[in-house]
């Protein structure tokens, strides 16, 4: 029973792995700050239609750019920066690179 208290601490350090670098990205791709990157830019970054609406100029249509060949330099700029219709994440680097292979893993889905 001793044995079994000392090795205790050692399972509460394994949670921090508990999740893949994958699944990490996965997640942060889907859940960033509460807005999904997802709902704009499409389930693996392929793009997607935000919204489109007519008025008297015609038919619009706004989306999210395909960011499945992005450098990790710009997916990084991109969510640390103030955009028009894509909000400002505050993510650090080491999410970013998590989201950058969620991408690079998924592109070719
Ligand atoms: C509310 C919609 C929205 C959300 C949410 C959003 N984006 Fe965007 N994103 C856009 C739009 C629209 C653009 C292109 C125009 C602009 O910069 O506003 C863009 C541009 C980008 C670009 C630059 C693409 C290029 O043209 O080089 C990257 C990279 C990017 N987004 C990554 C992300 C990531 C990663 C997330 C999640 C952490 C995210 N975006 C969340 C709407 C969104």
Do not use: W
Not at 34 to 56: L, M, P, Q
């Amino acid at each position: 029973m001793k044995r079994l208290l000392l090795l205790f601490p050692l399972f509460l350090g394994a949670n921090e792995d508990f999740i893949s670098h994958d699944e990490y990205g996965e997640m942060l791709y889907n859940n960033p700050r509460g807005v999904s990157c997802a709902e704009c830019h499409g389930k693996n970054g392929e793009s997607k239609v935000i919204v489109s609406f007519k008025d008297d100029k015609g038919m619009h249509v706004i989306k999210g750019s395909d960011i499945r060949n992005n450098s990790y330099d710009s997916v990084l700029a991109s969510v640390n920066t103030y955009h028009a219709i894509m909000p400002r994440y505050y993510l650090t680097k080491k999410e970013v690179k998590a989201i950058y292979d969620y991408l690079q893993k998924n592109r070719y889905k």
